[in-house]
């Protein structure tokens, strides 16, 4: 009988301590899973404010690459603005260039004119005295300068012999040289003049005139070539304070230019 008191025991024993185990791990591993669940929670919470990040930056990513879309687009735009007005530029430079070359052939061919006037005159006028006739060129224009000894008397417009003769010379060349303009200066000096003439611009006008009706009704050169007009003493070749000076200064300068209508209607292109 004893035996079986000392077992009973062990008996309803044994089964407790197995289900307090049992529950003991089982609670273990509630916990456990709990753990990891909370742990999993909080990595897709983090794995979404990733997304999140993700998406935020794609979406700015978006936008920039739409704005630096429109900014390639506008620039371009800008490029192919630039580029025509590029091209017009470089057009209207061509033209220029080429308005410069036909400018630069008009001025040689105007200097090789006044070059072959200038001799041609020359040779016309070269059997009168030096100090009396003088042929220049200057500006692309010949300077024809006659003096009042060989022109006119003292105080005259009213022209000699012999200025007669160098007129008949100069108005040949003229007559084969149509496309020149003449342009006649009368001067004086600065010597209060007196008699039939008012004063010095009466005097230097009137003599410049004189010239005009020779070369046209003597010599039949076209009026519409020639203008006249007088300077009085007010544009001197030397001092008025000498003799010497005084009579250079008393000239009628005969002024051919080359007419420049051709020019004139290029720069206006």
């Known amino acids: 009988m004893k035996k079986y008191f ?8 044994f089964p407790g301590c197995v289900a307090n185990r049992v529950l003991r791990q089982s609670q273990l591993e509630t916990s456990n899973l709990r753990s990891d669940s909370v742990q999993l929670a909080n990595q897709i919470i983090k794995l979404q404010d990733d997304m999140a990040a993700l998406n935020k930056r794609i979406g700015n990513l978006s936008n920039q690459n739409s704005q630096l879309g429109e900014q390639t687009a506008t620039q371009q735009s800008q490029l192919t603005e630039t580029e025509k007005t590029l091209q017009q530029q470089q057009q209207s430079l061509k033209q220029q260039q080429q308005k410069l070359q036909q400018l630069q052939t008009l001025l040689a061919q105007q200097k090789n004119q006044s070059d072959q006037l200038k001799n041609k005159m020359s040779e016309a006028l070269k059997g009168f005295n030096s100090n009396d006739l003088s042929v220049v060129q200057k500006n692309g224009k010949v300077y024809v300068s006659l003096s009042e000894n ?20 100069l108005a040949a060349v003229l007559n084969l040289n149509a496309d020149v303009a003449v342009n006649i200066e009368g001067h004086t000096d600065s010597i209060p003049i007196r008699g039939r003439f008012k ?15 020779i070369l046209v009704d003597n010599y039949k050169v076209d ?36 007419k420049l209508e051709e020019m004139y209607k290029l720069l206006e292109i």
């Open 6 to 13: 000392i077992y009973l025991p062990l008996i309803f024993l």
């Open 150 to 169: 060989l022109l006119f008397p003292s105080g005259s417009a009213v022209v000699n012999p012999k200025g007669v003769d160098a007129l008949s010379k």
């Open 199 to 213: 004063d010095n611009w009466d005097l230097s006008t009137g003599r410049a005139n004189s010239i005009v009706r």
């Open 223 to 258: 009026p519409v070539r020639v203008v006249a007009s007088g300077h009085s003493f007010f544009d001197p070749l030397d001092t008025n304070a000498t003799l010497e000076g005084r009579a250079k200064n008393r000239r009628t300068e005969i002024i051919l230019s080359p």
